[in-house]
Protein backbone atom coordinates (compact mmCIF):
# COMPACT_ATOMS: atom_id res chain seq x y z
CA UNK A 1 0.00 0.00 0.00
CA UNK A 2 1.27 3.39 -0.99
CA UNK A 3 0.17 6.10 1.85
CA UNK A 4 0.07 9.99 0.78
CA UNK A 5 1.53 12.06 3.77
CA UNK A 6 2.73 14.75 1.55
CA UNK A 7 0.14 16.74 2.62
CA UNK A 8 1.48 20.53 1.46
CA UNK A 9 1.80 20.06 -2.37
CA UNK A 10 -1.70 20.43 -4.03
CA UNK A 11 -1.06 17.66 -6.67
CA UNK A 12 0.86 15.05 -4.44
CA UNK A 13 -2.04 12.76 -3.20
CA UNK A 14 -3.53 12.97 -7.03
CA UNK A 15 -0.03 12.16 -8.53
CA UNK A 16 0.26 9.26 -5.84
CA UNK A 17 -3.16 7.85 -6.56
CA UNK A 18 -1.97 8.05 -10.38
CA UNK A 19 0.94 5.69 -9.68
CA UNK A 20 -1.27 3.46 -7.70
CA UNK A 21 -3.35 2.45 -10.44
CA UNK A 22 -0.27 2.30 -13.16
CA UNK A 23 0.75 -0.13 -10.48
CA UNK A 24 -1.99 -2.05 -9.35
CA UNK A 25 -1.44 -0.68 -5.91
CA UNK A 26 -3.91 0.48 -3.43
CA UNK A 27 -3.52 4.41 -2.11
CA UNK A 28 -4.26 5.40 1.52
CA UNK A 29 -5.83 9.13 1.68
CA UNK A 30 -6.91 11.91 3.46
CA UNK A 31 -8.60 15.52 3.43
CA UNK A 32 -5.32 17.24 3.59
CA UNK A 33 -7.58 20.35 5.54
CA UNK A 34 -8.68 17.80 8.39
CA UNK A 35 -5.83 16.02 9.17
CA UNK A 36 -1.98 15.84 9.66
CA UNK A 37 0.75 13.50 7.68
CA UNK A 38 1.46 11.74 11.13
CA UNK A 39 -2.10 10.79 11.31
CA UNK A 40 -2.64 9.69 7.74
CA UNK A 41 0.25 8.01 8.32
CA UNK A 42 -0.90 5.32 11.13
CA UNK A 43 -4.36 5.57 9.73
CA UNK A 44 -2.23 4.04 6.51
CA UNK A 45 -0.74 1.52 8.50
CA UNK A 46 -3.82 0.60 10.31
CA UNK A 47 -6.06 0.28 7.04
CA UNK A 48 -3.18 -2.17 6.02
CA UNK A 49 -2.86 -4.34 8.59
CA UNK A 50 -7.06 -4.53 8.26
CA UNK A 51 -6.01 -6.20 4.62
CA UNK A 52 -3.43 -8.18 5.68
CA UNK A 53 -0.96 -6.61 3.11
CA UNK A 54 2.91 -6.90 3.60
CA UNK A 55 4.14 -3.79 2.49
CA UNK A 56 3.48 -0.28 3.26
CA UNK A 57 5.79 3.17 1.64
CA UNK A 58 4.81 6.09 3.58
CA UNK A 59 5.37 9.17 1.02
CA UNK A 60 6.32 12.45 2.82
CA UNK A 61 6.65 15.84 1.13
CA UNK A 62 9.78 17.49 0.55
CA UNK A 63 11.22 19.59 2.98
CA UNK A 64 14.74 21.54 3.21
CA UNK A 65 16.99 20.38 6.70
CA UNK A 66 17.28 23.77 7.78
CA UNK A 67 13.43 24.11 8.20
CA UNK A 68 12.93 23.15 12.29
CA UNK A 69 9.11 22.77 11.95
CA UNK A 70 8.74 20.18 8.98
CA UNK A 71 11.39 18.40 10.41
CA UNK A 72 9.61 17.92 13.57
CA UNK A 73 6.99 16.77 11.29
CA UNK A 74 9.06 14.45 9.55
CA UNK A 75 9.41 12.95 13.38
CA UNK A 76 6.22 12.49 14.56
CA UNK A 77 5.22 10.28 11.09
CA UNK A 78 8.31 8.25 12.30
CA UNK A 79 7.04 8.09 15.99
CA UNK A 80 3.40 7.55 14.68
CA UNK A 81 4.44 4.17 12.67
CA UNK A 82 7.68 3.25 13.60
CA UNK A 83 9.47 2.39 10.27
CA UNK A 84 11.08 -0.81 9.50
CA UNK A 85 13.17 1.52 6.76
CA UNK A 86 13.36 5.26 6.65
CA UNK A 87 14.69 6.30 3.23
CA UNK A 88 15.77 9.66 1.76
CA UNK A 89 15.27 10.81 -1.79
CA UNK A 90 18.23 12.63 -2.57
CA UNK A 91 18.57 14.20 -5.87
CA UNK A 92 21.92 13.69 -7.82
CA UNK A 93 22.30 16.65 -9.62
CA UNK A 94 22.96 18.78 -6.49
CA UNK A 95 26.35 17.61 -5.45
CA UNK A 96 27.37 18.87 -2.14
CA UNK A 97 24.15 20.01 -1.36
CA UNK A 98 22.52 16.47 -1.14
CA UNK A 99 25.81 15.19 0.93
CA UNK A 100 25.16 18.10 3.49
CA UNK A 101 21.00 17.22 3.64
CA UNK A 102 21.62 13.96 3.70
CA UNK A 103 24.20 14.13 6.96
CA UNK A 104 21.34 16.15 8.74
CA UNK A 105 18.51 14.51 8.29
CA UNK A 106 20.76 11.10 9.53
CA UNK A 107 21.47 13.00 12.59
CA UNK A 108 17.75 14.47 13.39
CA UNK A 109 15.22 11.20 11.60
CA UNK A 110 18.05 8.72 11.87
CA UNK A 111 18.25 7.03 7.74
CA UNK A 112 18.17 3.15 7.14
CA UNK A 113 19.22 3.97 3.59
CA UNK A 114 18.53 6.70 0.57
CA UNK A 115 17.51 6.96 -2.97
CA UNK A 116 19.54 9.02 -5.43
CA UNK A 117 17.26 10.54 -7.98
CA UNK A 118 18.23 11.80 -11.30
CA UNK A 119 21.07 9.81 -11.55
CA UNK A 120 20.78 9.83 -15.62
CA UNK A 121 21.82 13.36 -15.42
CA UNK A 122 24.90 14.84 -16.00
CA UNK A 123 26.16 14.54 -12.47
CA UNK A 124 26.61 10.27 -12.81
CA UNK A 125 27.24 9.75 -9.16
CA UNK A 126 30.05 11.44 -7.69
CA UNK A 127 27.89 12.60 -4.82
CA UNK A 128 26.64 9.26 -3.99
CA UNK A 129 30.51 8.29 -2.94
CA UNK A 130 30.55 11.26 -0.66
CA UNK A 131 26.73 10.97 0.70
CA UNK A 132 28.22 7.02 1.90
CA UNK A 133 31.51 8.36 3.24
CA UNK A 134 29.97 11.29 5.07
CA UNK A 135 26.99 9.39 6.67
CA UNK A 136 28.06 6.00 6.77
CA UNK A 137 23.91 5.13 5.36
CA UNK A 138 23.99 3.47 2.29
CA UNK A 139 22.59 3.81 -1.40
CA UNK A 140 19.83 1.37 -1.66
CA UNK A 141 18.04 2.39 -4.97
CA UNK A 142 19.09 4.78 -7.61
CA UNK A 143 16.35 6.74 -10.01
CA UNK A 144 17.48 7.06 -13.72
CA UNK A 145 13.77 8.49 -14.86
CA UNK A 146 10.28 9.55 -14.49
CA UNK A 147 8.45 6.05 -14.88
CA UNK A 148 8.39 3.29 -12.39
CA UNK A 149 11.05 0.90 -14.18
CA UNK A 150 13.53 3.89 -13.63
CA UNK A 151 13.71 3.08 -10.12
CA UNK A 152 16.63 0.26 -9.50
CA UNK A 153 18.73 -1.31 -7.08
CA UNK A 154 21.66 0.42 -6.54
CA UNK A 155 25.11 -1.86 -7.11
CA UNK A 156 28.42 0.34 -5.52
CA UNK A 157 30.89 -1.77 -8.72
CA UNK A 158 28.49 -0.56 -11.55
CA UNK A 159 28.07 2.69 -10.39
CA UNK A 160 32.09 3.01 -10.45
CA UNK A 161 31.77 1.88 -14.23
CA UNK A 162 29.19 4.72 -14.61
CA UNK A 163 31.50 7.23 -12.93
CA UNK A 164 34.36 6.27 -15.32
CA UNK A 165 32.36 5.99 -18.44
CA UNK A 166 32.95 2.30 -18.56
CA UNK A 167 28.79 1.58 -19.28
CA UNK A 168 26.71 -1.26 -17.13
CA UNK A 169 26.71 -4.11 -19.16
CA UNK A 170 25.04 -6.27 -16.28
CA UNK A 171 22.46 -3.94 -15.55
CA UNK A 172 21.73 -3.82 -19.51
CA UNK A 173 21.70 -7.38 -19.71
CA UNK A 174 19.36 -7.79 -16.67
CA UNK A 175 17.03 -5.22 -18.55
CA UNK A 176 17.35 -7.27 -21.73
CA UNK A 177 16.52 -10.45 -19.84
CA UNK A 178 13.32 -8.99 -18.34
CA UNK A 179 12.06 -7.40 -21.20
CA UNK A 180 12.36 -10.01 -23.59
CA UNK A 181 10.66 -12.93 -23.64
CA UNK A 182 12.73 -16.16 -24.30
CA UNK A 183 10.18 -17.51 -26.52
CA UNK A 184 10.16 -14.83 -28.82
CA UNK A 185 14.17 -14.86 -28.34
CA UNK A 186 14.35 -17.99 -30.02
CA UNK A 187 11.38 -16.79 -32.90
CA UNK A 188 13.75 -14.09 -33.70
CA UNK A 189 16.76 -15.83 -34.04
CA UNK A 190 14.68 -18.31 -35.99
CA UNK A 191 13.52 -15.15 -38.55
CA UNK A 192 17.44 -14.28 -38.61
CA UNK A 193 18.77 -17.20 -39.79
CA UNK A 194 16.10 -17.65 -42.29
CA UNK A 195 15.80 -14.18 -43.40
CA UNK A 196 11.96 -13.65 -42.51
CA UNK A 197 12.12 -10.85 -40.60
CA UNK A 198 8.87 -8.86 -40.52
CA UNK A 199 7.51 -5.65 -39.55
CA UNK A 200 6.03 -7.28 -36.80
CA UNK A 201 9.25 -8.59 -35.34
CA UNK A 202 10.67 -4.64 -35.83
CA UNK A 203 7.95 -3.50 -33.62
CA UNK A 204 8.79 -6.01 -30.97
CA UNK A 205 12.32 -4.70 -31.31
CA UNK A 206 10.98 -1.41 -30.50
CA UNK A 207 8.55 -2.37 -27.98
CA UNK A 208 11.62 -3.93 -26.02
CA UNK A 209 13.94 -1.00 -26.17
CA UNK A 210 11.12 1.13 -24.17
CA UNK A 211 10.85 -1.73 -21.72
CA UNK A 212 14.43 -1.13 -21.10
CA UNK A 213 14.04 2.24 -20.41
CA UNK A 214 14.69 4.12 -24.14
CA UNK A 215 17.43 4.28 -26.65
CA UNK A 216 19.78 6.75 -24.42
CA UNK A 217 19.48 4.27 -21.30
CA UNK A 218 19.99 1.27 -23.47
CA UNK A 219 22.91 3.45 -25.19
CA UNK A 220 24.67 4.80 -21.67
CA UNK A 221 25.21 1.44 -20.23
CA UNK A 222 27.23 0.15 -23.56
CA UNK A 223 30.83 0.48 -23.16
CA UNK A 224 32.40 3.17 -24.87
CA UNK A 225 29.32 4.66 -25.98
CA UNK A 226 27.69 6.23 -22.52
CA UNK A 227 29.46 9.59 -22.96
CA UNK A 228 28.24 10.51 -26.59
CA UNK A 229 24.84 9.16 -25.24
CA UNK A 230 24.78 11.77 -22.73
CA UNK A 231 25.99 14.39 -25.09
CA UNK A 232 23.53 13.50 -27.45
CA UNK A 233 20.43 13.00 -24.65
CA UNK A 234 17.98 15.41 -26.26
CA UNK A 235 18.61 13.74 -29.98
CA UNK A 236 18.01 10.31 -28.25
CA UNK A 237 14.29 11.10 -26.89
CA UNK A 238 11.85 8.45 -27.29
CA UNK A 239 9.65 10.19 -29.46
CA UNK A 240 10.46 8.69 -32.52
CA UNK A 241 10.36 4.78 -31.36
CA UNK A 242 6.66 5.80 -30.27
CA UNK A 243 5.64 7.59 -34.02
CA UNK A 244 7.67 4.45 -35.18
CA UNK A 245 5.23 1.99 -33.12
CA UNK A 246 2.26 4.05 -34.03
CA UNK A 247 3.11 3.60 -37.83
CA UNK A 248 3.47 -0.19 -38.05
CA UNK A 249 0.05 -0.24 -35.42
CA UNK A 250 -1.62 1.45 -38.01
CA UNK A 251 -0.78 -0.93 -40.93
CA UNK A 252 -3.15 -4.47 -41.67
CA UNK A 253 -1.24 -7.49 -40.99
CA UNK A 254 -0.88 -7.88 -44.65
CA UNK A 255 1.39 -4.60 -45.29
CA UNK A 256 2.93 -5.65 -41.66
CA UNK A 257 3.86 -9.22 -43.77
CA UNK A 258 4.58 -8.13 -47.53
CA UNK A 259 5.39 -3.93 -46.81
CA UNK A 260 6.35 -3.79 -50.77
CA UNK A 261 2.56 -3.53 -51.52
CA UNK A 262 2.51 -0.12 -49.50
CA UNK A 263 2.01 2.35 -52.31
CA UNK A 264 1.30 5.66 -52.52
CA UNK A 265 -2.30 5.98 -51.20
CA UNK A 266 -1.69 3.06 -48.37
CA UNK A 267 0.96 5.41 -47.15
CA UNK A 268 -1.64 8.36 -46.80
CA UNK A 269 -3.94 5.98 -44.85
CA UNK A 270 -1.59 4.38 -42.64
CA UNK A 271 -0.18 7.90 -42.29
CA UNK A 272 -3.77 9.05 -41.15
CA UNK A 273 -4.37 6.61 -39.07
CA UNK A 274 -1.08 6.77 -36.94
CA UNK A 275 -0.99 10.76 -36.99
CA UNK A 276 1.71 11.43 -39.43
CA UNK A 277 3.00 12.55 -42.52
CA UNK A 278 4.10 10.34 -45.30
CA UNK A 279 7.53 10.83 -45.23
CA UNK A 280 7.47 9.10 -41.49
CA UNK A 281 5.97 6.05 -43.10
CA UNK A 282 8.84 6.36 -45.94
CA UNK A 283 11.48 6.60 -43.04
CA UNK A 284 10.33 3.78 -41.74
CA UNK A 285 9.66 1.29 -44.24
CA UNK A 286 13.71 2.56 -45.16
CA UNK A 287 14.66 1.59 -41.78
CA UNK A 288 12.83 -1.67 -41.70
CA UNK A 289 14.50 -2.69 -45.14
CA UNK A 290 17.88 -1.56 -43.44
CA UNK A 291 17.30 -3.89 -40.79
CA UNK A 292 16.33 -6.67 -43.09
CA UNK A 293 19.21 -6.17 -44.64
CA UNK A 294 21.50 -6.32 -41.49
CA UNK A 295 19.28 -9.80 -40.76
CA UNK A 296 20.46 -11.49 -44.04
CA UNK A 297 23.96 -10.44 -43.53
CA UNK A 298 24.01 -11.28 -40.29
CA UNK A 299 22.50 -14.94 -40.88
CA UNK A 300 25.09 -15.27 -44.50
CA UNK A 301 28.21 -13.78 -42.18
CA UNK A 302 27.81 -13.38 -38.62
CA UNK A 303 31.64 -13.22 -37.96
CA UNK A 304 31.86 -10.79 -40.37
CA UNK A 305 29.42 -8.81 -38.87
CA UNK A 306 30.65 -8.83 -35.27
CA UNK A 307 33.65 -7.37 -36.80
CA UNK A 308 32.22 -4.45 -38.10
CA UNK A 309 31.28 -3.61 -33.88
CA UNK A 310 34.82 -4.11 -32.66
Known amino acids: MLVAADLRRPAAISQLETLGKQLDLPVYSEDP ?17 ELALTWVIVDTGGRLHIDEELMGELEEVKRAVNPHQTLLVVDAMTGQDAVNAAEAFHQQIGLDGMVMSK ?13 TRVTGVPIKFIGTGERPDGLEPFH ?101 TSPEV ?33 MRQFSSNPKGIMRMFR
Open 33 to 49: ASSTPAKVAAAGLRRAT
Open 119 to 131: MDGDARGGAALSI
Open 156 to 256: PDRMASRILAMGDVMTLIERAQEAVDEDKAKELERKMRTSSFTLDDFLDQIQGVKKMGGLASVLEMMPGIGNAAKKMQGQLDDSELRKTEAIISSMTMHER
Open 262 to 294: IKASRRRRIALGSGTNPSDVNRVLNQFKQTQRL
